[in-house]
């Protein structure tokens, strides 16, 4: 593998990957895939199976697969003895297998074969396999209750680190987020599994705790993590026949399993592997009436979209019981940010994570933030150079944030635009002036431009800022449609929605679009569930959302619009916030969408999975209360 320092780091490219030059090397990080690559080689797309049982009996073949593309597996290289039921465990970087108390590892960039890492606790087979991305955890295979842990960086022996409740247990599969791990399908002697789930946290020593219930009793599945979302695939109720039903759980709530999809065909003791974007399950065994048969099977499914797998391609050999290890498993991201902060940046910068708020009329200059893909207290973060209630904010570039127009506290409206550089916590300074002196106005772009919608009653001009140089904004083109409204865009198209406040019969659904690129007056977009201003927005490549908002004189509402940002079209529905909310600002990266502030709940934090429907759950809260507040991403607009 290709050595990198981000300390050297030359360059930072924008274009919905970030990219590192450092000396003859270059790294890109392709943030909504998961997948960082060194010299041109992708180091978030690689899956790995280590050992097994074949028709011969154990095997020390290593197999892996590209999971971008389709066909065979391709020889790895080989463990340094022949291993039955094993686990694995893995970071980005590397992968380490444990049998019987031996641990091999292997560099995951590099094929070749293993070496020796150091020794189990406890004799290891038929358990399970976690791994955040500073330790690997593994055990309860056999007679003892223990999970034992070892760190990645160094190599020597596992020591103890957590207790199931009891003895015994195995055949269940593993599966962690970078901080929590969850078991699935214990086994015990002779009965025929549990529907059991557990976990225990991979940061803190202590017990293992009840996390909920499989949809059905199930043993051998095969575990797979983006980070977020956790699968059981296949397994079977001892000793029937064996399952293709595949359970999903979120790592952040506890709570029952739910039906994903099918695997292609039924199996249980089927390897499971997150890499990027995919889960895949590789291999295993299928049991009817008695008569088995193992499988060179591989299938492959996306993490974001619930739904049955596709056939993807096929082992070197059949084989049951091989574990299996992903390159990226959910924690690829999370250790680029761990490595950003060991080596002094500032993580949420160069992660496209950091959501500042801007000030609002309870606190008129306080600027605080969060980070979007962690839930938690915004902090604080600075203040703007006047006590201006902004109401437009904006982030694209992954450097900057900005804040335009609003009045102060002698309701004297701006035409000032403020910047935060978000790598040092600060005050603001002056960008330069929008075009017009006003309130309403909504900010979005991607990571060349920002854009702000001005549209309210006296004026419906659209201006526009290139994030490169500091100066005024120029005239972008005109709306149609009032003010008060929300804004939300990807890196192609900016979506208007909504507007006006005062009386109903002012109010309006009306959804309007432009084209970031080029300039010009608005295009119609489709309509909003109903009519109502200031429901504001946050998107991913593909969605656009709209939260809140009111119908004056009929109330505050705490409905989720989406559109596909692609296709013009009517509002479909996506969910609820947990209160109604207006005069609430609103921000995201392309993996999750905030709302803050608002006159419903002045502190709540809301957040929302754009990639999947359903309601809002609490994030944490702001820094102060506020209304009229602004927010945006460092990451919007086509980094992360």
């Known amino acids: ?152 960086s160094t190599k020597g022996n596992a020591e103890e680190w957590s207790d199931l409740s009891t003895a015994g247990t195995r055949n269940h599969s593993g599966s962690s987020s970078n901080t929590r791990a969850v078991i699935t399908g214990t086994f015990a002697g002779s009965d025929p599994g549990t529907d059991d789930m557990l976990d225990f946290s991979l940061a803190h020593q202590g017990i293992a705790a009840s996390f909920g219930d499989l949809t059905a009793v199930k043993t051998y599945c095969g575990g797979a993590s983006s980070g977020t979302r956790g699968l059981a695939a296949g397994g079977n109720v001892h000793p029937s026949d064996s399952l293709g039903t595949i359970d999903t759980f979120n790592f952040n709530t506890r709570g029952n399993g739910s039906d994903f999809g099918d695997l292609t065909s039924t199996r249980s003791g089927n390897a499971g592997a997150g890499a990027g974007v995919h889960a895949v399950f590789m291999g295993g065994m299928t049991r009817i009436s008695n008569s088995n048969t193992r499988r060179t099977t591989i299938d492959r499914t996306i993490f974001s979209s619930t739904g049955s797998c596709d056939d993807f391609g096929d082992l070197t050999v059949a084989r049951q019981y091989p574990p299996g290890a992903g390159q990226s498993n959910g924690h690829l991201h999370d ?105 309403h106005s909504r900010g979005f772009g991607n990571t060349t431009r920002g854009v702000f919608s001005h549209t309210d009653a006296a004026d419906r001009s659209i201006d526009y800022i290139t994030w490169a140089t500091l100066g005024n904004a120029a005239d972008f083109g005109d709306g149609t449609e009032g003010g008060q409204h929300g804004a939300a865009s990807n890196s192609t198209r900016g979506l208007i929605a909504g507007g006006t406040g005062g009386s109903a019969a002012q109010n309006v659904n009306v959804v309007e679009y432009v084209t970031i690129g080029s300039t010009g007056n608005t295009t119609d977009f489709g309509d909003l569930s109903g009519n109502r201003y200031n429901s504001v927005g946050c998107a991913s490549d593909t969605r656009a959302l709209f939260g809140g908002g009111s119908d ?89």
């Not at 050992?51 to 095997?59: A, F, I, L, P, R």
């Not at 600060?426 to 330069?432: E, H, I, L, M, Y």
């Not at 004056?552 to 940002?565: E, L, M, Q, S």
């Not at 945006?632 to 980094?639: E, I, K, R, S």
């Open 1 to 152: 593998m290709s050595v990198w320092n981000l300390k050297d780091i030359a360059t930072i490219k924008m274009s919905g990957i970030q990219t590192w030059s450092a000396g003859r090397q270059q790294s890109v990080y392709d943030y909504e895939n998961g997948r960082l690559t060194i010299d041109n080689t992708s180091l978030g797309d690689r899956a790995l199976m280590l050992g097994g049982e074949d028709s011969s009996g154990n095997t020390n073949v290593i197999d892996y697969i590209q999971t971008r593309t389709t066909g065979l597996a391709v020889d790895f290289g080989d463990l340094t003895r022949t291993t039955g039921e094993s686990v694995v465990n893995n970071d980005w970087t590397i992968a380490t297998c444990n049998k019987g108390n031996v641990i091999d590892f292997i560099t995951m960039a590099t094929t070749g074969n293993a070496t020796d890492f150091g020794d189990d606790k406890n004799s290891v087979g038929s358990g399970g396999n976690w791994s955040s991305n500073v330790r690997g955890f593994s055990g309860i295979g056999t007679e003892t209750p223990d999970i034992s842990s070892f760190v990645f």
């Open 335 to 439: 250790y680029l940010a761990h490595q950003y902060l060991r080596e002094g940046h500032y993580p949420d910068y160069e992660m496209g994570n950091m959501i500042v708020i801007g000030p609002g009329d309870s606190a008129l200059k306080t600027i605080s933030y969060a980070n979007v893909m962690t839930k938690g207290n915004a902090t604080e973060f600075g203040d703007t150079t006047s006590d201006v209630n902004r109401l437009c904010g904006m982030g694209a570039d992954a450097t900057k944030v900005v804040f335009s127009n609003g009045y102060d506290s002698g309701n004297n409206q701006s035409n000032g635009i403020e910047y935060v550089v978000v790598s040092s916590k600060g005050n603001s300074a002056s960008w330069g002036d929008s075009t017009i002196t006003g309130i």
């Open 552 to 640: 004056h004189p009929a109330g505050n509402v705490n409905t989720i619009d989406y559109f596909t940002i692609a296709s013009t079209g009517d509002a479909s529905d996506f969910g609820d916030l947990t209160v109604a909310r207006v005069d609430h600002a609103s921000a995201g990266n392309r993996v999750r969408g905030l709302w803050v502030n608002g006159n419903g709940d002045n502190e709540v934090m809301d957040f929302v999975t754009i990639a999947t429907t359903g309601n809002a759950a609490d994030f944490g809260d702001v820094f102060d209360n506020r209304r009229n507040a602004s927010a945006a991403c460092n990451g919007h607009g086509g980094l992360h």
